[in-house]
């Protein structure tokens, strides 16, 4: 079992910065992370992922240059550095972990997700 909690959400400005932070509890943090987001009546979509190691990292297409993800397996967490907001990104984030490293929402934890709202 693993418990996700998702912090750093809020309101910005576009063109402003969030930093997503994702902290793990659990007996092994041996998972592929990724990050995901739902905006309100659409479906939940792939926003960045990273393997265990950290070697791979991949990137939806709408956010590529501007997101960056990253872990420190030493304590369990993962990020998600936002630059460049735009409005099209206000959605609440989820965190989640999975066996291995997939870009669908077939992960198996989840955290509660943390509102991010870009708007002037």
């Known amino acids: 079992q693993v418990r996700l909690v998702e912090s750093g959400g809020g309101l910005v400005q576009p063109g402003g910065s969030l930093r997503l932070s994702c902290a793990a509890s659990?007996?092994?943090?041996?998972?592929?992370m990724g990050w995901f987001r739902q905006a309100p009546g659409k479906e939940r979509e792939f926003v960045a992922g990273i393997s265990w190691s950290g070697r791979s990292t991949y990137y939806a297409d709408s956010v590529k240059g501007r997101f960056t993800i990253s872990r420190d397996n030493a304590v369990k967490m993962v990020f998600l550095q936002m630059n460049s907001l735009k409005p099209e990104d206000t959605a609440v984030y989820f965190c989640a972990a999975h066996t291995q490293l997939i870009l669908t929402p077939d992960y198996d934890y989840w955290g509660q997700g943390t509102q991010v709202t870009v708007t002037s």
């Open positions: 659990g007996r092994t943090f041996s998972y592929a």
